[in-house]
């Protein structure tokens, strides 16, 4: 067991690596009452694309969460009610890129994680149960479309990311939870879920080596085979200024190019020196304000690229902008970005 010093915060991690794989980090608190384990794997809302036996499998997106959901039944019930009635409060997450498992107690340590250790390594699903946990998933869905910071969050990284699965929401949308199947759970759980691709937290007052014993006891001795994991094309960092479609946003001058948040900053920096500051505007994106000459930079909606936008009196004046082109009031094309770019405006 290695020993790892943090005396600038006063901590010491114990960790060790089992011969299934499985990483187990220790921190002793043995002047604390409550104990906490944290139990989790490396597979979360990205992880819809990957091969496991020479087979490529494309599941539906949110079914790592739609997983995490499900990972609480067992044969003989269902473990969070056993984990509250033992004195524990359980609980779970599903993130971009890990789902999450853990409790706090300050009794019954050892038997509550032994109850946490099984029921995330020994899947167990029906027909039947799968289709009642869609109705349950789909409310939360309803309710979070209907929160205005989380849909700013989500339109964020849509608009950070082109082809990357992180554009896509954790928990999927109520069209994509409809093709999961108990079969497609099981699926995976045995790619996902093994011990080489998981890691144990624990903190408190415990003993390093029962921890480990009991992890070796519960959990399967094999680690599991490696998964090729797909996350789309690689993210181009080139800076795009080719024409694209208007963004029906009425009232608003557009003009759509492609690029992350960080090349549009980036870009502006470089070209004006004015960016100044950050705002939010719920439901609709975000967008980043400068200080030059009415002109902001801003993220487009849910699922196109990002977008610049352009306040100015000269389109009332010329409809046809500085390229020539007649367009309909509240629009312009790249013109105005070249004008920027070139001093002009």
């Known amino acids: 067991m290695n020993e790892k010093s943090y005396p600038r915060i006063g901590e010491t991690v114990l960790e060790k690596t089992l011969p299934n794989g499985l990483k187990i980090f220790i921190?002793?608190?043995p002047q604390h009452r409550k104990k906490y384990a944290f139990f989790a794997t490396r597979y979360g809302g990205m992880d819809m694309q990957f091969i496991r036996n020479g087979e490529k499998y494309d599941t539906p997106a949110g079914i790592a969460h739609y997983l995490e959901h499900k990972m609480f039944d067992t044969k003989d019930g269902n473990a969070l009610q056993v984990l509250s009635q033992n004195g524990a409060?359980?609980?779970?997450?599903?993130?971009?890129a890990m789902t999450g498992y853990y409790f706090d107690c300050t009794e019954h340590f050892?038997?509550?994680l032994r109850i946490l250790l099984s029921f995330v390594s020994v899947p167990y699903f029906t027909d039947e149960s799968v289709?009642?946990?869609r109705g349950i998933i789909g409310q939360e869905i309803r309710m979070?479309?209907?929160?205005?910071?989380?849909?700013?969050?989500?339109r964020l990284l849509a608009c950070l990311y082109r082809s990357?699965?992180?554009r896509v929401p954790i928990a999927g949308t109520v069209e994509s939870i409809a093709g999961i199947t108990a079969e497609t759970l099981y699926d995976c759980h045995h790619a996902f879920y093994c011990p080489s691709n998981m890691a144990l937290c624990v903190v408190g007052n415990v003993d390093p080596h029962t921890v480990i014993a009991l992890a070796e006891e519960v959990l399967p001795?094999?680690?599991?085979e490696e998964i090729a994991r797909c996350y789309g094309e690689e993210e181009d960092d080139a800076f795009s200024l080719e024409d694209g479609d208007f963004l029906d946003w009425p009232g608003?001058?557009?003009v759509q190019v492609c690029g992350s948040i960080k090349q549009v900053e980036k870009f502006f920096l470089r070209q004006l020196v004015h960016i100044q500051q950050v705002f939010v505007r719920p439901m609709e994106g975000f967008l980043l304000h400068g200080g030059f000459s009415g002109v902001d930079v801003g993220a487009c909606r849910l699922g196109r690229p990002i977008a610049y936008r352009r306040k100015t009196e000269k389109l009332k004046k010329n409809p046809a902008g500085t390229t020539g082109n007649r367009e309909k009031p509240g629009q312009c094309r790249f013109g105005w970005l070249r004008d920027i770019r070139g001093g002009g405006g």
């Open 110 to 112: 050892e038997e509550n």
């Open 89 to 96: 409060e359980p609980n779970a997450f599903t993130s971009n």
């Open 144 to 154: 979070v479309e209907d929160s205005p910071d989380w849909q700013v969050y989500e």
């Open 252 to 254: 608003v001058d557009f």
């Open 221 to 224: 001795r094999e680690r599991g």
């Open 27 to 29: 921190v002793p608190k």
């Open 164 to 166: 990357s699965p992180a």
């Open 131 to 133: 289709e009642k946990e």
